[in-house]
């Protein structure tokens, strides 16, 4: 019997030492809410919502405020490792199925001079307007996107007067 016990405590044990990527600090979530408590000044667009994906706040891209959040980090900050790829989703919802609408990576050396953009557009996953909807960008990092002096900003856009609703953003990184 104190065998058996001594197997099961071993196999816990182990299994509570093991990671994962997501414990690796690979990975970046940001469900909205942590912006107001992580920051003296959040963004005037992370707003209250009965109709948040999760939690109670979302943030709000019009005319008037374009841009979500933004992830920035230097390469060399993410990891010692050279990074393969990056896996990007958030869920999105839109009042209407009009316009560019995205979520995007900009790469940028060293200098802040642009290399690289890559998008996904929400028009291309989004059903219904109204509802939520899980928009992703899978994004291959090899080569020169992968210099340890770049800078990787992740974002949504939308520049139209239609409201659009971000939550739940997630960023996972894959080293090579």
Request: aromatic share 8%; charged share 20%; glycine share 4%.
């Amino acid at each position: 019997m104190k065998i058996i016990l001594l197997v099961i405590l071993a196999a816990l044990l182990f299994a509570g030492c093991s990671s994962s990527d997501k414990d690796s600090g690979l990975v970046f979530s940001n469900s909205m809410e942590s912006n107001l408590a992580w920051m003296d000044h959040p963004q005037s667009n992370i707003v209250w919502s009965d109709n948040a994906h999760s939690g109670h706040y979302v943030c709000k891209l019009d005319a008037s405020s374009p841009y979500s959040v933004t992830y920035n980090m230097k390469v060399s900050d993410i990891s010692k490792k050279p990074l393969k790829s990056v896996h990007i989703s958030a869920w999105v919802n839109m009042s209407t199925v009009t316009g560019d609408r995205y979520i995007g990576i900009s790469i940028l050396e060293s200098s802040q001079q642009a290399m690289d953009w890559i998008a996904q557009k929400a028009l291309e996953v989004i059903g219904k307007p109204g509802e939520w909807h899980k928009v992703e960008l899978n994004v291959d990092l090899l080569g020169k996107r992968n210099r340890p002096t770049n800078i990787y900003r992740i974002f949504a856009v939308n520049e139209k007067q239609d409201v659009v609703l971000l939550d739940d953003l997630t960023i996972e990184f894959e080293e090579e």
